[in-house]
């Protein structure tokens, strides 16, 4: 289900990213991106693991912070 969502979004990033920096540094950019956030999330999930979390509330917390930024982000662009 993923894929249905970042394979229109790649498409994207390449029509706009060939228009400035070139489609393979912005998918350059969004790779360094992505990774750095996956690695920082395996951080916190480690990390609540470790401390004795139950699984389902780690995720339900990670569902909580992904809403939270989407909105942000929604909200940010709405202003700008």
Same mark, same amino acid.
């Given at each position: 289900?993923?894929?249905?969502? &970042? &394979?229109?979004?790649? !498409?994207?990033?390449?029509?706009?990213?060939?228009?400035? #920096?070139? !489609?393979?540094?912005?998918?350059? &950019?969004?790779?360094?991106?992505?990774?750095?956030?996956?690695?920082?999330? /395996?951080? *916190?999930?480690?990390? !609540?693991?470790? *401390?004795?979390?139950? #699984? &389902?509330?780690? @995720? *339900?917390?990670? @569902?909580?912070?992904?809403? /939270? !930024? *989407?909105?942000?982000?929604?909200?940010?662009?709405?202003?700008?």
């Amino acid at each position: 289900m993923g894929g249905f969502f &970042v &394979v229109p979004l790649n !498409a994207l990033l390449q029509e706009r990213g060939k228009k400035s #920096v070139g !489609a393979g540094n912005a998918i350059a &950019v969004q790779n360094l991106g992505e990774n750095s956030a996956m690695l920082l999330m /395996l951080g *916190i999930y480690s990390l !609540a693991v470790m *401390i004795g979390i139950p #699984v &389902v509330p780690i @995720g *339900i917390g990670f @569902g909580a912070l992904f809403a /939270l !930024a *989407i909105t942000a982000l929604w909200i940010w662009q709405r202003r700008h």
